[in-house]
């Protein structure tokens, strides 16, 4: 009888856990999902009809649904392709062990809604410019016709920007006009009438080009968008001049859809007011600085090329990007200063052409006077390369083709002025932090808490963009409002000491909760 009764008090107790963790089951993933998925995966976006952000219900296409797993595990969902143990960025998106074994339980499951009223709201995302009202606004001329035929389209478009006198530009923000057709877009600014020309040997509006302006055209880079970027002013004052009469061209990547559509995509130009601005420079550093020459890949093998460049002044580094073509297996790059220190720069493990991203950094880099920037790539041209265009493989070279290679990547710097470095351009993952430039960081902002693990005192920093009406919560992992707490409602940044003493060791969530947002961090506490 003993014996009966724990049973059916085992079979209680896993009933009861079962229905426990069925009720938290949305709740532990939707985060997860939400700061890493849906900013592509939502109506009107490139991952439209694979991933439903408004709620739970992930099952608008059951056969991709079943493979997420698959995908989260393997590292292809979401596309973050730099090391972050090398180097961190802004807008990172990476998945811990726990959230991809909380995707896959879920999952497996077959995505139990649990209690949704324990779920954090959806984010909200604007429908016009994230940044401001722009003061140019610069739009195709006419629709792209995309066929539809399931194959990858590069096509190239010429935007005048009509300008009467030249005129300094503090941030550009392109605008998908179909965001479920567009991949991702590059940036340039025309000064001649090149674009013009190669726009004017073909028939239709825009031009093809795979590895970038297309050959002939005299492109400056100036920047890149794909789905989930987060447009940015530059930092500390920074502009590109845009001379009178010069041309915008955008270079978009449209995805291989299997229906026919089109696209008519803008860019919003900001113009600065700054009394004192600090001109950009985007270095394009390629081939010519190979040290082991010549530029090319041969047949049936795997191999590795290294670049130097010697940095030609004092400069703040804030962004990078570095492109290969579908050879390309990885790339890393490095600086080595006057006296010997080494700043990692960027490692990307496993190359992605479809997944190009101009990476910011949180802070800017002090790139003295004597530093040398290193590059490694390397090509993989076997056939155990799924993207190797050519089968069987061949000898591939330098080119702007498809079937060509590049050995390229661009530096985004200012010139130096002392205190670059402690500057705080935005971050949601620094432990502590520096007001944010005015300008840069338009939303509240909280960072991660510190320490963490911690069992005294934890300091929870954030950003106000203005006094604004605020409120820190903490919670239990089951949703219990555990405390709230007033804090200061000023502008800037501002420092809120927790005491977690009393704590009990496990993990919990302080939210910053604001009229316009909600940022939530985790915090563990640990005796």
Same mark, same amino acid.
């Given at each position: 009888m003993r014996k009966f009764l724990r049973c059916c008090f085992s079979l209680f107790t896993l009933t009861l856990l079962s229905e426990f963790v069925f009720s938290q089951a949305w709740k532990d993933v939707a985060s997860i999902f939400y700061d890493n998925c849906t900013t592509c995966h939502r109506p009107g976006e490139i991952g439209d009809g694979y991933l439903n952000a408004t709620g739970y219900s992930l099952l608008t296409n059951s056969s991709y649904f079943y493979s997420i797993p698959s995908y989260v595990n393997s590292g292809l969902m979401p596309p973050w392709k730099a090391d972050p143990n090398y180097h961190h960025f802004l807008d990172e998106r990476i998945l811990s062990q726990n959230d991809k074994d909380a995707i896959t339980n879920w999952v497996n499951a077959g995505a139990p809604a649990g209690d949704t009223s324990l779920a954090p709201q959806p984010p909200v995302f604007p429908t016009g410019s994230q940044i401001g009202t722009?003061? !140019?606004? !610069? &739009?195709?001329?006419?629709?792209?016709?995309?066929?539809?035929?399931?194959?990858?389209?590069?096509?190239?478009?010429?935007?005048? &920007?009509?300008? !009467?006198?030249?005129?300094? *530009?503090?941030?550009l923000e392109f605008r998908a006009g179909n965001g479920a057709a567009v991949h991702h877009v590059?940036?340039? !600014?025309?000064?001649?009438?090149?674009?013009?020309?190669?726009?004017?040997? %073909?028939?239709?509006?825009g031009y093809p080009s795979f590895g970038g302006a297309g050959e002939g055209v005299h492109a400056d880079f100036l920047g890149l968008y794909a789905p989930g970027m987060v447009p940015r002013f530059y930092?500390?004052?920074?502009?590109? &001049?845009?001379?009178?009469?010069?041309?915008l061209l955008i270079q978009i990547h449209y995805a291989p859809l299997t229906y026919p559509t089109t696209d008519q995509s803008s860019v919003n130009l900001f113009f600065s007011n700054y009394t004192d601005p600090r001109q950009v420079k985007a270095t394009r550093v390629g081939e010519g600085y190979i040290t082991n020459p010549p530029f090319k890949i041969n047949a049936y093998e795997v191999d590795t090329f290294y670049s130097e460049y010697p940095v030609d002044g004092d400069y703040s580094l804030f962004a990078i990007a570095p492109h290969q073509?579908?050879?390309?297996?990885?790339?890393? *790059?490095?600086?080595?200063?006057? %006296?010997?220190?080494?700043?990692?720069?960027?490692?990307?493990p496993q190359w992605d052409f479809h997944w190009q991203l101009l990476y910011s950094y949180p802070f800017m880099i002090h790139l003295q006077p004597g530093t040398v920037v290193h590059a490694v790539a390397v090509y993989d041209n076997t056939t155990n390369n799924p993207n190797n265009p050519n089968n069987p493989p061949v000898e591939v070279h330098y080119g702007e083709g498809s079937t060509d290679e590049m050995f390229k990547y661009l530096i985004c710097t200012l010139n130096y002025v002392p205190g670059d470095e402690t500057l705080v351009i935005d971050s949601?993952?620094?432990?502590?932090?520096?007001?944010?430039?005015?300008? *840069?960081v338009s939303t509240p902002q909280l960072y991660d808490c510190f320490p963490n693990p911690a069992n005294n005192i934890v300091a929870i920093t954030y950003y106000l963009p203005y006094?604004?009406?605020?409120?820190?919560?903490v919670y239990d992992i089951f949703g219990r409002l555990l405390s709230t707490n007033t804090v200061s409602e000023t502008s800037g940044l501002n420092r809120f000491d927790l005491d977690v003493s009393k704590f009990?060791?496990?993990?919990?969530?302080?939210?910053?909760? &604001?009229?316009?947002l909600t940022v939530t961090k985790p915090l563990v506490v640990e005796r």
């Open positions: 722009p003061d !140019l606004v !610069l &739009t195709m001329a006419q629709p792209h016709q995309i066929i539809g035929n399931g194959i990858d389209d590069y096509e190239c478009f010429v935007l005048p &920007t009509n300008l !009467l006198q030249d005129q300094d *530009i503090s941030a590059f940036m340039y !600014l025309v000064k001649d009438s090149s674009a013009v020309y190669a726009d004017e040997q %073909t028939p239709e509006y930092p500390a004052h920074g502009i590109v &001049t845009f001379p009178a009469g010069s041309f073509h579908l050879l390309g297996k990885s790339f890393r *790059i490095f600086a080595v200063t006057s %006296t010997d220190d080494t700043l990692p720069l960027i490692s990307i949601t993952w620094h432990p502590v932090g520096i007001p944010p430039i005015d300008g *840069i006094a604004m009406k605020c409120s820190l919560k009990i060791v496990g993990h919990y969530l302080v939210s910053l909760q &604001t009229n316009i």
